[in-house]
Every structure is written in C-alpha cells, then in structure tokens.
C-alpha cells in the first residue's frame, strides 16, 4: 500500500463512518419501532412484538 492510498483511506474513512452513522440509526430505530405501537397523540410506544407483522 502506497503512501497516496494511505493518504486517501485516511481521509475517506471519517466521511465514510459519517454515512454510515447518518444511514444505520433511522434503520436501527425503524427496526425498533416495527416492534411496537405508538400513539400519535401522545408519541408513547408501547411494546407488541411481532403483531404488527401478523397483520401483514
């Protein structure tokens, strides 16, 4: 590996986990929410499981 490649992960990779962060918590949250019921109202969540899947 070059000292240009170095260079480049170097400077690519703090963008690269920016992305990364910025893309995985709305997935990580969608995920959690799938899982539970929430109140529009009120934004309280309460815990179902998988009911919401057996609906579908």
């Known amino acids: ?3 240009k490649q170095l260079i480049g992960i170097v400077f690519t990779l703090p963008a690269l986990l920016f992305i990364i ?3 995985a918590y709305p997935i990580y949250e969608t995920f959690l929410l799938s899982f539970s019921k929430l109140d529009l109202a009120t ?3 309460k815990y179902i499981g ?3 899947y057996k609906k579908v």
Do not use: E, R, V, Y
Request: hydrophobic residues 50%; glycine residues 8%; aromatic residues 16%.
């Open 1 to 3: 590996m070059g000292s």
């Open 21 to 23: 962060i910025l893309t």
């Open 50 to 52: 998988w009911a919401n």
């Open 43 to 45: 934004f309280n969540t």
